[in-house]
């Protein structure tokens, strides 16, 4: 298994550098537009999380593959609705093997229509008990509010995301208990000639009803992407690699990550 995921990282690196390019400038432009969790860009994101040393042992892995359309919705001229979808299938050998789809997620920020130098979205997050199997999520249904703020310079795209869900219905008991688990994700991107550019998206988490030092997941870490064209569809890929430094007892120690993105501006199709 570890090696199948080390053989599909390292496909998507060699994609990355062997992939044809289009006008320098326009790379970059899409590159920002990607970059921007609240762009006026639908996106079609597949991204790949191997987790390593995971588990009571430190001896299993853990493969999570997020599905994540983003679809943005015009309201009228002043106004965005930016929809996120995040559907996790989740293969993980701890506590016991199972393969299967985890609990759903979807967001909607409310976004300024024509931003500047700086933009931003806020809005509901809701969490679905979707999940398959015992270990792949919880029974619970969760929402809660989700900002980001984003700034974009000529090389730069800095920004960061930040939510909170409280369960708010469902089954509620030893086996299943309540919910209330933050997610941070602040994101440096600068960028590169010719579609690169170097990223860091860690995903900071913390679960507020774990006992003492298993409530954070603190990774750092670095990737490298690029956009490419496949005929005429733009795609956008990277690959990022990260170390947990701080982690609960049975967290992963490290985590590889893949992923790769059609994007569909306005004038594609």
Request: contains cysteine; charged residues 15%.
């Amino acid at each position: 298994m570890k090696r199948t995921m080390i053989r599909l990282v390292l496909c998507l690196a060699l994609m990355l550098v062997s992939m044809p390019l289009w006008a320098a400038d326009d790379a970059t432009e899409l590159a920002k537009k990607a970059q921007n969790p609240v762009a006026d860009l639908i996106s079609i994101p597949i991204q790949s999380n191997f987790n390593f040393n995971y588990g009571a042992n430190r001896d299993k892995s853990q493969i999570v593959n997020n599905i994540q359309p983003v679809v943005p919705i015009t309201l009228n001229k002043d106004w965005n609705l930016i929809t996120r979808t995040i559907a996790p299938v989740i293969y993980t050998e701890f506590p016991e093997y199972q393969t299967g789809l985890g609990n759903v997620q979807f967001t909607a920020f409310l976004s300024p229509k024509e931003p500047g130098k700086f933009t931003f979205g806020v809005g509901p997050v809701f969490q679905f008990p979707t999940a398959t199997n015992t270990f792949l999520g919880n029974k619970m249904w969760s929402a809660g509010p989700s900002a980001v703020g984003v700034y974009i310079t000529e090389h730069w795209v800095v920004g960061l995301l930040a939510q909170n869900v409280w369960s708010v219905a469902g089954p509620s008991g030893p086996d299943n208990p309540s919910v209330n688990q933050f997610l941070a994700q602040y994101f440096i991107n600068y960028n590169l000639p010719k579609g690169w550019y170097i990223t860091s998206q860690p995903i900071i988490t913390a679960d507020w009803k774990a006992a003492g030092s298993d409530q954070w997941t603190v990774p750092f870490g670095l990737g490298a992407g690029k956009i490419f064209k496949i005929g005429k569809l733009p795609f956008n890929a990277n690959v990022s690699v990260f170390y947990n430094v701080i982690r609960p007892s049975i967290g992963p120690d490290w985590s590889v990550r893949g992923q790769i993105a059609l994007l569909l501006p306005k004038g594609i199709l």
